[in-house]
C-alpha cells in the first residue's frame, strides 16, 4: 500500500465530482490504482484462524538420577479467509465484474520426544550427565479454493459461494514433511573448573534423495574456569569470575521444499488469465472450441536424488569474566563459521527448457568476526541502582564456492570476475563519476549511449574507450565495520528507567528507492521526489541530481554507486519508565505486584548526512519503522 501512495500523483482526488465515485489515474499517469479504493474496498474481508496446541509428557525415575521422559505435542491450525473482489471505476481503471474466493486451510504438526537421562557425582567432584533421546515430527499442510463471479449484490451477508451465477473455479493441494531424530550428549565437570561437553545428532528430513536422508552433526566444547584456580585467587583477587572456553559443532539446514529431491509434473488445461501469464496449458484446441479437452502434463522441477543436508561447522574461542564482585561482567568471542553444500534453486539457461529447475548443494559461504560485551551494575547507599551493558559485534563474509555451471550467474563479468570471494549482499555496478557539466565533457570522454550534459558520467574501468558491460565492479560489499549497542537502566524508590539504542556504523549500503526520488525518467507517470526541484540545469551546475528528462537513454536506473550511500545510524530503539506500587500496599490488596508503565519505541534515529532517504534502516520500499507509544499495567497474583 506504501508503494501505491509514493506512485500514484497526489493530483489525483480521492472521488469524483459527484463525491460517490472513485478518484483514479488519466492518461499519462502509471496504472497504480486507488489506494483509499483498495482499502475502502477490501475492509470486509476477514480471515479467521483456529487453533489447537498443546503438550502432554510422563517421567519415569528408573534408578535413582536416572530419568526416563516421553513428551508428545500438536499445533493444528485452521484457516479461512473469503475475499470480495468488487466492481469500480477509477480513471482509466475498472473492473465490471465481482467475484467471492474463498480460501481454506488445515496445517500443523505434532512432536513426539523421547529422552533418557542419568546424572551422576562421583568422588564428590565429578559430576557427569548423560542424556540421549529420539524425536520425531510431522508437518502436513492441505489447502484449497473456491470462486464464482457475477454477484447480484456486493453485501458481505449475500455474498456466499451459492449466490454466484458464473465462472465456478476450484482447486487445492497438500504438502508434507517429516523430520526424525536421534541424539546424545554428554556434560562433565571436574570441581567446577574443568567443563566439557559432547553431543552428537543424526537427523533425517524427508525432503532429501533417498541415500542422502540423514546427516550427522557432532559438537564438542570445553571450558577452563580460570578463577577457581589458586594462582588466580592468590595473584589477582579482583577476578570474581575469569573463564576461558572453546567451541566446535556442525549443525545441519534441510529448509527447503518438502519435495525438493523430486521430479515434479503439473496436470494443468490452461491459464485463467491470459492478460498477466502466458499460457502455460499442456492441452489446447487449435480452433479454439473445445473447453473440455483432457490435460497433459508438464515437467516443473527436475529430479535430484543426491540432494542433502546443508551443514554450518562453527568454531568459537571466548573469554568470561567478572570484576569487583561481579558488578563489572563481559564477554569476547571470536568464531568463524563454514556454510557448506547451501541448499538452493540455481538459474539455468534457457535451453534447458521448460522445467529445468532443480534444487542443488551448491554454494559455501564463510562468516567470522568478534564480538564484545561489557556491563556495570551498582547498588547507592541511597538505594539508587543502575546498570550499563554495552555491546559491539563486527564479522565479515565471503562466498567462497559456486558451481562452475552458474559461477557467473550471481554477478561479474564473465570471465575474470566473479562473486568468488565477495559477500552475499555485495553488488556489481558501474561507478558514477558525477555529471556531463557540458558538451565538450561529453565528446571529449569515452562513447557512452546516452551521454549528454546533465546525465551521469561513467568511468571507463578498462580503458577501452567506451563504457559497456566490462566496465563493471563491486561497489559495496553491503557489510557494516561493525554493529552495537547500550542498554542503560536505573531505579529508585519504587520508580525504574530502562534505554536501549542500537546503531550501524560504516554501512554503504544500496538504497533502491532513490531511483523515486532523483529521476523523472525512470519511474514516469507517478510521483517524483522533492529532490528533483533541485536537479541539474544550464543554471543549477552545482547539483548532483540529473537533469530533468522524460527519456531514460542514458539508462541511469543501472546498478551503480550513485545509490551507493552511507546507511550508518544510531537509534533509541526502546525507551521505558515505570513504577512499582509498594510491596506493603500491594500485599494489603492481596496481590504480589503492581506496576504501570509507559514505553516509546524508536524514538529517534541519528543518521548521515550522505544518507538521502529519512530512514537508513528502509533502503528498498518497505514499510518505514513506525515509532510506536504504549502504556501499560502489570498485575501479578
Do not use: C
Amino acid at each position: 500500500m506504501r508503494d501505491r501512495t509514493t506512485q500514484l500523483p497526489s493530483i489525483v482526488p480521492v472521488r469524483t465530482v459527484d463525491g460517490i465515485g472513485w478518484g483514479g489515474p488519466v492518461e499519462g499517469m502509471s496504472d497504480r490504482d486507488n489506494p483509499l479504493r483498495l482499502l475502502s474496498d477490501n475492509q470486509q474481508n476477514r480471515s479467521n484462524t483456529g487453533r489447537a496446541f498443546g503438550n502432554v509428557f510422563a517421567d519415569a525415575e528408573l534408578l535413582p538420577g536416572l530419568h526416563l521422559r516421553t513428551s508428545f505435542g500438536i499445533d493444528y491450525s485452521m484457516y479461512k479467509f473469503r475475499q470480495i473482489y468488487k466492481t469500480y471505476k477509477a480513471g482509466f481503471l475498472s473492473e465490471a465484474n465481482n467475484r467471492v474466493t474463498d480460501n481454506q486451510r488445515f496445517f500443523g504438526n505434532w512432536v513426539w520426544q523421547n529422552t533418557l537421562n542419568y546424572d551422576m557425582t562421583l568422588g564428590g567432584k565429578h559430576q557427569l550427565n548423560f542424556v540421549a533421546g529420539t524425536e520425531r515430527i510431522s508437518y502436513y499442510d492441505e489447502s484449497s479454493y473456491a470462486s464464482r463471479t457475477n454477484f447480484a449484490s456486493e453485501d458481505p451477508t449475500y455474498a456466499y459461494l451459492d449466490a454466484g451465477a458464473a465462472n465456478k473455479d476450484n482447486g487445492g493441494g497438500g504438502t508434507a514433511y517429516k523430520l526424525a531424530s536421534y541424539f546424545g550428549k554428554f556434560n562433565y565437570s571436574l570441581a567446577d573448573k574443568y567443563l566439557a561437553s559432547v553431543t552428537i545428532r543424526r537427523d533425517g528430513s524427508s525432503r532429501f534423495g533417498e541415500d542422502n536422508r540423514f546427516g550427522v552433526f557432532p559438537a564438542a566444547s570445553v571450558g577452563w574456569r580460570l578463577s577457581e584456580e589458586n594462582f588466580v585467587k592468590n595473584t589477582t583477587p579482583f577476578f570474581s569470575d575469569l573463564k576461558l572456553r572453546a567451541g566446535w559443532g556442525q549443525t545441519g539446514n534441510q529448509d527447503i521444499a518438502n519435495f525438493a529431491s523430486r521430479g515434479l509434473y503439473q496436470s494443468l488445461l490452461g491459464t485463467l488469465d491470459p492478460n498477466f501469464e502466458y499460457d502455460r496449458g499442456t492441452a489446447y484446441d487449435i480452433f479454439g472450441n473445445d473447453t473440455n479437452l483432457p490435460s497433459g502434463y508438464r515437467r516443473v522441477q527436475q529430479a535430484n536424488p543426491d540432494l542433502k543436508w546443508e551443514t554450518t561447522t562453527q568454531t568459537n574461542l571466548g573469554v568470561d569474566f567478572g570484576l569487583l564482585d561481579n558488578r563489572l561482567t563481559g564477554s569476547v568471542d571470536y568464531f568463524i563459521k563454514k556454510s557448506e553444500d547451501i541448499l538452493v534453486n540455481l538459474p539455468y539457461l534457457a535451453v534447458v527448457g521448460e522445467g529445468g529447475d532443480k534444487f542443488v548443494n551448491g554454494a559455501s559461504i564463510e562468516n567470522k568476526g568478534w564480538e564484545f560485551l561489557v556491563g556495570y551494575q551498582n547498588e547507592l547507599t541511597n538505594g539508587l541502582t543502575y546498570s550499563i551493558t554495552g555491546n559491539l559485534s563486527t564479522y565479515r563474509n565471503k562466498l567462497t564456492f559456486l558451481p562452475d555451471e552458474v559461477i557467473n550467474a550471481y554477478g561479474g563479468n564473465g570471465q575474470d570476475v566473479t562473486r568468488l570471494g565477495h559477500s552475499i549482499n555485495a553488488v556489481y555496478g558501474y561507478v558514477a563519476d558525477g555529471l556531463y557539466q557540458n558538451a565538450t565533457e561529453v565528446s571529449e570522454g569515452p562513447t557512452q549511449v546516452g551521454a549528454a550534459p546533465g546525465r551521469i558520467r561513467y568511468k571507463d574501468l578498462n580503458g577501452d574507450g567506451k563504457v559497456d558491460n566490462f566496465d563493471q565492479t563491486w561497489i559495496t560489499e553491503g557489510v557494516p565495520d561493525f554493529n552495537y549497542g547500550l542498554n542503560l537502566g536505573a531505579g529508585y524508590k519504587g520508580f525504574d528507567v530502562q534505554v536501549f539504542l542500537q546503531g550501524v556504523q560504516g554501512l554503504e549500503a544500496y538504497n533502491n528507492a532513490k531511483f523515486r526520488t532523483d529521476f523523472a525518467s525512470i519511474a514516469s507517470g507517478e510521483n517524483w521526489g522533492e529532490r528533483l526541484l533541485d536537479a541539474w540545469s544550464p543554471t543549477n551546475t552545482g547539483s548532483s541530481i540529473p537533469a530533468l528528462t522524460l527519456q531514460n537513454s542514458n539508462n541511469e536506473g543501472r546498478a551503480s554507486t550513485y545509490f551507493i550511500e552511507n546507511a550508518s545510524y544510531l537509534k533509541l530503539r526502546n525507551i521505558q519508565l515505570g513504577y512499582s506500587l509498594p510491596a506493603t500496599l500491594v500485599s494489603k490488596i492481596k496481590l504480589q505486584g503492581v506496576r504501570v508503565y509507559v514505553q516509546s519505541q524508536n524514538l529517534f534515529t541519528v543518521k548521515s548526512k550522505e544518507y538521502t532517504g529519512p530512514d537508513p534502516e528502509v533502503t528498498n520500499y518497505q514499510y518505514p519503522v513506525p515509532r510506536i507509544f504504549t502504556t501499560g499495567l502489570n498485575v501479578s497474583f
